[in-house]
Each structure stands twice: as C-alpha cells, then as structure tokens.
C-alpha cells in the first residue's frame, strides 16, 4: 500500500523506505540515569526509534536532557515522547523530540478544546519538524467516539480520519497512524478499516503497527507475530513496535525478524505444505527454536484470523543450542505451537487470555513479577480473561476485553478489578495476587 512520508529525525516513514523498528523505555523518565542506560542498549541492539513516556511538565527537561546527552555521545536515534492526559505537556515538549505520541481519546476532555490544543501542537510541530503519531487504543476510544460509533474497529479508524482531517486542514503531513489492541482480530481489522478510508479519500499516511499489552515469553512473541504479520503480508505497516512485558530490548530482534522478514531480506524455514480441506500440515527445518516459533506464527497468523484454516499442524526438526536437530513432534513443540497460534488468532483457548502491558515510566511496581506471579496463579483458568496494568492512567480502558484486571495505582498499591467495576483499591501489592485468585475463585464457585 503507497503511502506518503513522514520524517522523524534522520528516518523517513512510508512507502519507499524500509520498515522502521522501534521500541519504548520502561524507565521513569525523572531517572535520567537509569533512561539512558536503557536508551543506549536500545540503540546498541538497533532499535531506529525510542520512545518515553512525558506524564507531565515536569518530565519535559528531563526528556530534554535525555535527548542532549544521547546526541552528545554521538547517539541520533529519534526520541519520542509519549503523552496521555496532557495537551499542554505534548506542545511543551514538541521542541525537544523528533516525533510526539497523543491519544486523541485522552488528549482532552472537551473535543473543541481538544481540536484547539490539537492546532496548537501541529503548529510548533511545523515549527521545529517535529512529526506527530496519532496513537488510537481499543481500550481508550473516548466517551465521544464511542457513543457515536460504538466501542468498535471500525470507530477506531474513524477516530483516526477525524484527526487526519484535522491535520490536513492545517496542511500538516509530517504524521503516523496507530491503531493497537491486544485482541489481534479487532486490531487486524481496526487497520484493514483505516486503510481502506484513507485509500477511499486518496491520500495514505504511514502506519505505525503493533500489538499492544501482547504479554511476554512465547505468547507474546506469538501474538505480536500473529497480529503485525497479518497486515505486514497486505502492505500495511511502515514501523512497528513489539510490545512485551520484559526487557524492552528483547522486543527489538522480534521486531527486526519481523521488518527484515517483509523487507524481503528473510525467509521461513517451512519445508514442505500441505493444505488438507481447512488443516495444514508443514515438514520445518529451522536454525533455531526461536526461529521456527516466529516462522510459524507469520506463516500461518493471517490464514488463522481470516479463517482460511481450521488447525495446523507442525514437523520436522530445529536445531538447539549446540546445533544437534531436535524434533518438533517428539519434543511436544508441535502442539504447543500449534495450541499457542490457535490462541494469539482467538479461534481457541487453551489457557487463560493475558493482557499485560509493557510498562513504561508511569509504572509503580515490579509489573513483570506481577505478572508473572499471576501467570503462576491462574493457568487451570482455561476462559478467563486476565489484565496485569502498569498504571492507573491507562489500565482500565486498555483492559478493554479482560474478565479480571490487575492494575497498579503506584506506591506500590493496586486496584482489582472485575470487568470495568473496581472491586478492591488500594491493596498493597505484596498480597494483591492472592487477592485477585481469592475473588476469581470466589467468583466461579458462585
């Protein structure tokens, strides 16, 4: 899909260009020390863009600083900064990145306030060649929106043509769409929507493609893959962003597989296909486990969500650590991936469904132990949906599609929710998980 381009910094955006790899710090931006360690690793595992979280005024000449000292150690990877509840923080700090991040759900509560604020920002963006993501969350569509359109992918891409006028009103163009979800099916079509409208009104801008709360360890690499490969496969996507709940440089090889894979500098280790009426069976012989796993979730992710399949099933052999071939069927990979795809894909559950996002400087406590600890808690809960949230500001919309949600306040408390209905505020978070099983349990015993 032609697209026109964005620059954000040294990178072009769009058609014509590869596809950019990007990432996000978890850090709190007030700890400069600790974001830059992180930004420097990022850069070294060659992420092209890295984004931090700006929750206030305050935070705008810490990123400042941040962006002095990358540079002056010869560091250019555009910074972005990521904004949520503040139009005043985001036209403070434009100066001072190359690109800023608004959710137009929570960019203002007025929606005229908000297009004046909106204005503002695209003319000191023009100002200093500041490019501006328009970030759109499932979870996070805005009162407006969905009582137009409902809670919908199709609202999505609308809310997303309503800021794109706005924008070329203002004959500004230096700008990149998302549209995340962590329900693969809603964010595949949420895109496909957006793509057709702006084909339909003759003029494309670049997207920005991900997952988002897509989780860790193979699920999350799973899903992730799944989902951005789907739209990746029909020319939809010009930079993506793994999302995972761990370090965030383990998102960057995924994402680089990913770019690298429909850049067409990559290809699968599949050997052999045969589609049996709506089952296939592929024979791999993959360089590594981790290979085969992404292999397989972008062989076969669009064909799952589309429906084109009904079960896949997975051979051969990969190689471990010491290069001797293990095989897949023996060593029960098979299954679990083919388990694993029919999940991310949501045409079958096999365990619960986790939503975790990725955390960020808004973050108040060991998200990724919590997560974890939860996980360990809650696996003999086949359907049930559960949501482990780094923060309060964006949690309980993000969670749109959980049963249960886990979602920090900060100092170390949390909020327990069942649904959209908070049942327990203020829990620390040293007994919060033994809460949320306790009133899970007591739940399904009803």
Not at 56 to 62: E, I, K, W
Not at 83 to 95: K, Q
Not at 232 to 253: A, F, H, K, M, Y
Request: hydrophobic share 40%; charged share 25%.
């Amino acid at each position: 899909m032609k697209t026109i381009q964005a620059k954000v910094g040294k990178l072009t955006i769009g058609s014509g260009s590869p596809i950019v790899v990007q990432t996000m710090c978890n850090t709190h931006t007030g700890d400069i020390e600790a974001t830059l360690e992180q930004s420097r690793r990022m850069h070294g595992a060659g992420a092209e863009i890295i984004r931090i979280t700006c929750p206030g005024l305050q935070d705008v000449p810490h990123l400042k600083e941040i962006r002095e000292r990358l540079r002056a150690e010869g560091i250019d990877t555009p910074l972005v900064a990521d904004i949520h509840f503040s139009s005043e923080t985001a036209i403070a700090v434009a100066p001072f990145v190359e690109k800023v991040r608004i959710n137009p759900g929570n960019f203002h509560k007025d929606h005229e306030e908000a297009r004046r604020q909106f204005a503002r920002l695209v003319q000191v963006c023009k100002e200093h060649g500041t490019a501006i993501r328009i970030g759109i969350n499932h979870g996070s569509l805005g009162e407006r929106i969905v009582s137009l359109w409902g809670n919908t992918p199709e609202a999505m891409a609308k809310a997303a043509m309503e800021w794109l006028d706005m924008c070329e009103e203002a004959s500004f163009y230096n700008v990149v769409v998302s549209l995340k979800s962590s329900n693969t099916v809603v964010m595949v079509q949420a895109y496909r929507a957006l793509a057709a409208m702006m084909q339909e009104k003759g003029r494309v801008f670049p997207l920005h493609v991900g997952v988002t709360e897509a989780g860790n360890g193979d699920s999350g690499r799973i899903k992730s893959c799944v989902g951005i490969s789907a739209l990746l496969q029909e020319g939809i996507g010009n930079t993506i962003r793994v999302s995972l709940t761990e370090d965030p440089v383990n998102e960057i090889p995924v994402a680089r597989y990913l770019a690298d894979r429909y850049d067409g500098k990559l290809f699968s280790s599949m050997t052999a296909l045969s589609i049996e009426g709506r089952r296939a069976v592929a024979t791999y012989d993959s360089p590594s486990r981790e290979k085969l796993l992404l292999d397989v979730s972008c062989d076969f992710g669009k064909r799952l969500l589309d429906r084109d399949l009904d079960e896949v099933q997975i051979r051969g052999f990969y190689r471990d650590e010491k290069g001797e071939p293990v095989s897949i069927e023996s060593s029960g990979l098979g299954e679990y991936l083919s388990d694993e795809l029919m999940q991310a894909a949501r045409r079958r559950f096999y365990k619960p469904e986790y939503i975790a996002c990725p955390g960020c400087g808004r973050t108040m406590y060991d998200l990724q132990g919590a997560f974890e600890a939860v996980k360990a808690r809650t696996s003999h809960l086949k359907d049930t949906v559960i949501a482990v949230m780094g923060c309060i500001v964006n949690g309980p919309g993000e969670m749109a599609d959980a049963d249960w949600g886990y979602v920090g306040e900060g100092g170390h408390k949390v909020t327990i929710y069942k649904g959209k209905t908070a049942l327990l505020r203020h829990i620390t978070d040293t007994e919060a998980v033994d809460r949320l099983v306790e009133l899970i349990e007591s739940s399904n015993a009803e």
